[in-house]
């Protein structure tokens, strides 16, 4: 998979690593000449040059490419690379970073946004998640279809735990999707309980949160921030 990332700070530059070490072919854009480090990440192409320009984009040739995020830390800047990817160059997901929450609403597919990661949120969503077993935290908001990704850890009181997963009746718009027990990383089997303790991420249109934190903790639902 062929992957730019608009934006080579520390978060790109992260990014990019992660991606590299999974296989992934990675292109780091960045107008500053500073933000060029070919020897921090050197598995990756690097252009200099501005990535809300048509023609550093065709440069980069950005029509090749599976994946294009946004990691810049100028918002407008990030909305304005995921516009041009994916109206200009018709890249299949685009990825947005958020830096200041009050923008998150801008970032939809109007936009170009596939998936939008608001950083203040998920630093939030992770410290809250430390703290809160029991509470729907929500960790990442996807433009289609109004759905976020919400992880709840599961409390030893609720009626849930040690009930198998196919005799649950779910909410509508909902799905598991995966289940972290200890140090493993579950796919969900049917034939299998939920226990208490199990981090269970899921999928949910957002109307469908209250149901879902209200179904598996042993308290009143609140709504997700």
Same mark, same amino acid.
């Given at each position: 998979?062929?992957?730019?990332?608009?934006?080579? @700070?520390?978060?790109?530059?992260? &990014?990019?690593?992660?991606?590299?070490?999974?296989?992934?072919?990675?292109?780091? &854009?960045?107008?500053?000449?500073?933000? &060029?480090?070919?020897?921090?990440?050197?598995?990756?192409?690097?252009?200099?040059?501005?990535?809300?320009?048509?023609?550093?984009?065709?440069?980069?040739?950005?029509?090749?490419?599976?994946?294009?995020?946004?990691?810049?830390?100028?918002?407008?800047?990030?909305?304005?690379?995921?516009?041009?990817?994916?109206?200009?160059?018709? !890249?299949?997901?685009?990825?947005?970073?958020?830096?200041?929450?009050?923008?998150?609403?801008?970032?939809?597919?109007?936009?170009?946004?596939?998936?939008?990661?608001?950083?203040?949120?998920?630093?939030?969503?992770?410290?809250?998640?430390?703290?809160? !077993?029991?509470?729907?935290?929500?960790?990442?908001?996807?433009?289609?279809?109004?759905?976020?990704?919400?992880?709840?850890?599961?409390?030893?009181?609720?009626?849930?735990? @040690?009930?198998?997963?196919?005799?649950?009746?779910?909410? $509508?718009?909902?799905?598991?999707?995966?289940? &972290?027990?200890?140090?493993?990383?579950?796919?969900?089997?049917?034939?299998?309980?939920?226990?208490? @303790?199990?981090?269970?991420?899921? !999928?949910?249109? $957002?109307?469908?949160?209250? $149901?879902?934190?209200?179904?598996?903790?042993?308290?009143?639902?609140?709504?997700?921030?």
């Amino acid at each position: 998979m062929r992957v730019a990332i608009a934006g080579a @700070g520390a978060v790109g530059r992260s &990014i990019a690593g992660e991606l590299l070490e999974n296989g992934h072919e990675v292109l780091l &854009i960045d107008k500053a000449p500073t933000a &060029i480090s070919v020897e921090r990440v050197p598995q990756a192409e690097w252009l200099l040059a501005d990535a809300c320009e048509i023609t550093s984009l065709d440069e980069a040739a950005l029509q090749r490419c599976n994946v294009v995020i946004a990691a810049t830390g100028d918002d407008k800047v990030n909305l304005v690379v995921s516009l041009l990817a994916k109206t200009e160059y018709g !890249v299949p997901r685009v990825v947005a970073r958020v830096n200041n929450p009050k923008n998150e609403w801008l970032f939809n597919e109007s936009w170009g946004v596939d998936v939008a990661v608001s950083t203040p949120r998920l630093m939030s969503a992770l410290v809250e998640e430390a703290v809160s !077993v029991g509470d729907l935290v929500r960790l990442l908001r996807f433009s289609h279809g109004d759905a976020n990704l919400v992880e709840l850890t599961l409390p030893p009181e609720s009626p849930m735990a @040690g009930v198998l997963i196919s005799s649950i009746d779910w909410p $509508q718009d909902t799905s598991l999707v995966t289940i &972290i027990r200890g140090n493993r990383v579950l796919t969900p089997n049917p034939e299998e309980s939920l226990e208490a @303790g199990d981090e269970l991420l899921f !999928v949910a249109a $957002q109307a469908r949160e209250e $149901q879902l934190e209200e179904l598996l903790s042993a308290r009143p639902a609140k709504t997700a921030g």
